[in-house]
């Protein structure tokens, strides 16, 4: 019993870490595994299952993280357009109207995007604060 014990700690641990980890670029995968540990680790506190059965249910996730990470790689996405998509294709309706191949080609032009706006030119940020501060002041 004491291994079994140290076997579920162990695994909590990694799959936590990997959650964390997971929680930088994909903050929608991120709670969607962190609830899946939950529920399991609640049933196994809760004894409505045995140590056996939760590490089981521990490799079961650790299997599922696996593959949500290999997903973004079978639909040729980076991790952030993945972590975009994830987020489009969190909404089921969006997925039925939309489709794969939508989805994904909005996720790639969301970061595309992003990528563009998050180029600081320091000299035009300051004059565009002076500007943006100045327009606050006529009204």
């Excluded at 997925?95 to 790639?108: F, M, N, S």
Aim: aromatic share 4%; hydrophobic share 40%; glycine share 2%.
């Amino acid at each position: 019993m004491p291994q079994k014990n140290l076997a579920v700690e162990t695994l909590k641990k990694l799959l936590q870490d990997e959650i964390r980890v997971r929680l930088r670029k994909n903050v929608v995968q991120s709670r969607a595994f962190s609830e899946l540990l939950e529920q399991a680790l609640n049933k196994y506190h809760n004894r409505a299952i045995e140590a056996a059965q939760v590490i089981e249910e521990l490799i079961t996730i650790a299997k599922q993280m696996r593959e949500a990470s290999r997903r973004g790689e079978q639909l040729a996405l980076s991790e952030d357009e993945a972590a975009f998509y994830d987020a489009l294709a969190s909404n089921d309706s969006a997925v039925q109207v939309l489709g794969d191949e939508t989805l994904k080609k909005i996720a790639q032009e969301l970061v595309e995007c992003v990528r563009k706006s998050v180029s600081v030119d320091w000299s035009k940020r300051v004059d565009g604060h002076v500007k943006m501060t100045h327009l606050g002041h006529r009204n």
